[in-house]
């Protein structure tokens, strides 16, 4: 039968279903079999031959029919899964139910009432093909079936694994095979590199399709503060319910870690055919990222023991995933996977300065939430991580992409989650110890020519988020602060550039206006204050440029400590406001020529779309302070009571502590969608009556700037360097930086101060916003074919730029 035909038929069959008004009985395989016995029809055909108003039709007006093909096409499913699919006709019918309920589970999961039905046991209908003596199978409910099922066919000789028959006439018994010697990809746990397959590869893709949409269903809920609501189809498939969890585990990972979109070591051979396997890594990767979910409560957040690193202790999370992901231990495979991810998270930017010499891999963002999973889930890979100027080899990829970004309003989750790495990293002192080496890999960035280390390479890259990034961005001012704080005691020699970068960043933040302007501003101001400090105390000596630029820069700092806190000033700095609403003076920075062969970064296409995400909860809700003891070690510092901390309109008193946040998020658990966020924006006039800057809350904070490290620096430094410069008529920078490098204020500085790193710690508020985030991806990258779309998703709102 011709294609044409066979869509034909398979377009009457829908015809049929969405025109009957009578109940069609299971029993009529006549009827059910047009859907998927006689077609062969490609997953974009069922999506354009069975429209969303159909589906829904048959859901409001013959729902025992959209319940019929529900379970008929499971039932072949399973009938496919016990045969093994020997004949082609077989693995045709796999694949058509296959698409079929891809198509149709959204529909499913958008109406309240029938979420629950995959959860039902069907009454009556004994499982088809089970016998008599498994009576007790005959219960499971059908998403029950459906998951071991399409397990079951992931591991399917032939089908979608090579078969390992010694002769013609032996069959594989699908019951009896030992998964485990059949995983995709060597790699972790897996030695041996099965020949490639592109049909199996295509075959692995719609089954992980159809998983994917199982899964979804937690697009369809609203987004909550209960973390202990967990996802019925991932607990199930992810339990020891599913005795293909593990291979099927290694097999996405291996996948994924193991794939070099080079093509094999020929470069440009990605124009001349299709590469299968990038769709199964993309599939793949988002298996991973839905199904290594945290069990409520932060139950999974308990190290595990010592023992159980062992393979044999099976304690642990119940989610086998995570599980098995937690207890991965073996050098060679952490080295395997870091290599995997940091091979593909370079790949977009090789194709800047080698066009066309790589297929460009899409799916980065999938990458950056499968490591932070990995790093979340498994702290001897995060110590692994940094244990090697390995870790670079993610820092600069995720750098790029948020220089990249930075004026997008579409990517703003993918700054979120590039931030939250680096967040996460800095908070271990070797992150900062690294990033001294020497950054000589030119990867063409918009951003100013420097010479230096992997740590003016950051500097620099923050400044230009912080000064040209667009508004959303503002909230992670204080993160990327942070993290320049949690380096700061190790970096050994910043350049010239970076130096200025940050002096400027101090100018914009410290004018009166912007410290005035909002309850919080004054807290970026003591970040700065608190990294110069660290790198004063700490790493003098090779800082000659910062303590230059400090030298230029004193006025900026005698200003600080002469702040004005009267109300006739304040309202004088407010009134300049209004003339320049613009965050940042973008003019004062010395904007210098940018990296050769760089493109600028540019605001989202018109039309694009992008999800909304969930507010993050504040930095002091995001981090817990420790403190680094004499001997390198940390030592958590508890958190002062927060019950008494004041609200934010006792504005008098309302100066908690340096950078505590009183931003009035006490109520962490609302979650606001950016339209909400947009809304509460608008009506921000008001919001400004309730919060307002006065003369107590000003002295409240100002006297605890930490200004006494760097005045008393330039007390002895500037009159020696003044000196220097009458003396010998000097206007030469590098005969002032000579002396600089020779000074030396031991015993000048008062007694250095403890050093304090701020770690991030998971809460409710950070989950949810991974889920949101994390889905919205999901949704937007799957549009071929578009499985979610204009289907009534709640967990985000779907926006157009």
């Not at 658990?669 to 950016?674: G, I, M, Q, R, S």
Request: net charge negative; glycine share 4%.
């Amino acid at each position: 039968m011709g294609n044409t035909d066979s869509k034909l038929n398979f377009r009457k069959a829908v015809i049929q279903l969405t025109t009957k008004t009578q109940p069609v009985e299971a029993t009529d395989d006549a009827f059910w079999d047009q859907f998927w016995a006689d077609t062969a029809t490609t997953v974009q055909d069922v999506f354009a031959l069975v429209p969303a108003a159909e589906i829904r039709a048959v859901r409001e007006e013959s729902p025992s029919n959209l319940a019929t093909l529900c379970y008929k096409a499971v039932e072949r499913l399973v009938q496919g899964a016990e045969s093994g699919c020997p004949s082609e006709k077989e693995k045709q019918v796999v694949l058509n139910c296959t698409r079929m309920l891809t198509r149709i589970l959204p529909y499913i999961f958008e109406d309240q009432d029938w979420r629950g039905f995959f959860w039902s046991t069907v009454p009556g209908a004994g499982r088809a093909g089970a016998d008599e003596m498994d009576d007790d199978d005959g219960a499971r409910p059908l998403a029950e079936s459906l998951l071991l099922a399409v397990a079951d066919l992931l591991f399917c000789p032939d089908f979608t694994v090579h078969s390992h028959k010694r002769g013609p006439d032996s069959v594989e018994d699908m019951q009896s095979i030992d998964s485990c010697e059949y995983i995709w990809e060597a790699g972790v746990g897996f030695a041996q590199s099965p020949p490639l397959n592109y049909i199996h590869d295509l075959n692995r893709t719609e089954l992980l399709r159809l998983l994917l949409t199982c899964f979804s269903e937690a697009m369809y809920l609203p987004p909550s503060s209960d973390n202990n609501i967990l996802n019925p189809w991932v607990t199930f498939f992810c339990s020891t319910e599913n005795r293909h969890a593990l291979p099927l585990f290694t097999s996405l990972l291996n996948v994924v870690c193991g794939y070099d979109p080079v093509g094999y070591g020929i470069p440009y051979n990605h124009l001349l055919f299709s590469d299968y396997r990038e769709q199964l890594v993309e599939q793949a990767v988002q298996i991973l990222i839905v199904t290594l979910e945290h069990e409520g409560g932060g139950a999974a957040h308990r190290p595990p023991s010592p023992s159980s690193m062992d393979e044999q202790e099976s304690s642990g999370p119940d989610n086998l995933f995570v599980n098995y992901l937690s207890r991965i231990h073996r050098e060679e495979d952490y080295d395997f996977v870091l290599k995997g991810l940091a091979r593909l998270l370079t790949n977009p930017l090789t194709q800047t300065y080698l066009p066309n010499s790589t297929k460009k891999i899409q799916f980065h963002q999938e990458l950056l939430v499968l490591f932070w999973k990995l790093c979340d889930f498994n702290k001897k890979f995060l110590f692994f991580v940094l244990k090697s100027s390995d870790v670079l080899d993610i820092l600069v990829p995720i750098l790029f992409y948020l220089n990249d970004a930075r004026a997008d309003q579409s990517r703003v989750g993918l700054m979120h989650i590039g931030v939250f790495i680096l967040l996460l990293l800095s908070g271990e002192r070797n992150f900062g110890v690294r990033l001294n080496k020497p950054y000589s890999i030119h990867v063409p960035m918009d951003i100013p020519v420097f010479t230096g280390t992997h740590a003016d390479l950051l500097i620099v890259v923050f400044h230009k988020i912080i000064t040209s990034g667009h508004q959303r961005l503002q909230p992670l001012f204080d993160c990327l602060l942070t993290i320049i704080v949690n380096v700061s005691p190790y970096l050994k020699s910043l350049s010239m550039v970076a130096a200025n970068k940050l002096l400027h960043l101090l100018e914009a933040f410290s004018t009166n206006w912007f410290l005035f302007s909002a309850a919080q501003n004054h807290h970026l101001v003591f970040f700065l204050l608190e990294a110069f400090n660290n790198i004063i105390q700490y790493q003098f000596d090779g800082n000659c440029s910062l303590v230059y630029a400090i030298i230029r820069k004193r006025n900026v700092f005698h200003q600080l400590a002469n702040l004005p806190s009267d109300p006739a000033s304040i309202q004088k700095a407010l009134q300049r406001k209004k003339k320049s609403p613009d965050i940042i003076s973008r003019t004062s920075s010395q904007e210098t020529v940018s990296m050769e062969g760089s493109r600028p970064a540019v605001p989202a296409e018109p039309g694009t779309l992008k999800t909304s995400l969930v507010a993050i909860p504040g930095i002091d809700k995001l981090t817990e302070k420790s403190q680094v003891s004499e001997d390198g070690t940390m030592v958590s510092i508890p958190k002062i009571n927060s019950l008494h901390r004041p609200r934010p309109d006792q504005s008098a008193n309302a100066g908690a502590s340096d950078t505590e946040s009183n931003s009035g998020r006490e109520n962490e658990d609302v979650f606001y969608t950016e339209a909400e966020m947009d809304r509460r924006r608008l009506s921000s006039a008001s919001s400004v009556s309730y919060w307002a800057p006065t003369q107590d809350w000003v002295l409240s904070w100002k006297c605890k700037l930490p200004l006494q490290t760097i005045m008393r620096l330039l007390q002895v430094l500037v009159p020696q360097v003044e000196k220097i410069c009458i003396d010998k008529g000097l206007t030469d920078e590098s005969e002032i930086l000579k002396f600089l490098q020779h000074g030396t204020l031991v015993g000048l500085l008062p007694v250095p101060h403890p050093i304090l790193i701020r770690k991030y710690q998971a809460n409710a508020g950070t989950a949810m916003w991974f889920r949101t985030y994390m889905w919205g991806v999901v949704y937007l990258r799957n549009v071929d074919p578009p499985i979610w779309y204009d289907t009534d998703v709640r967990l985000f709102e779907i926006q157009r730029m």
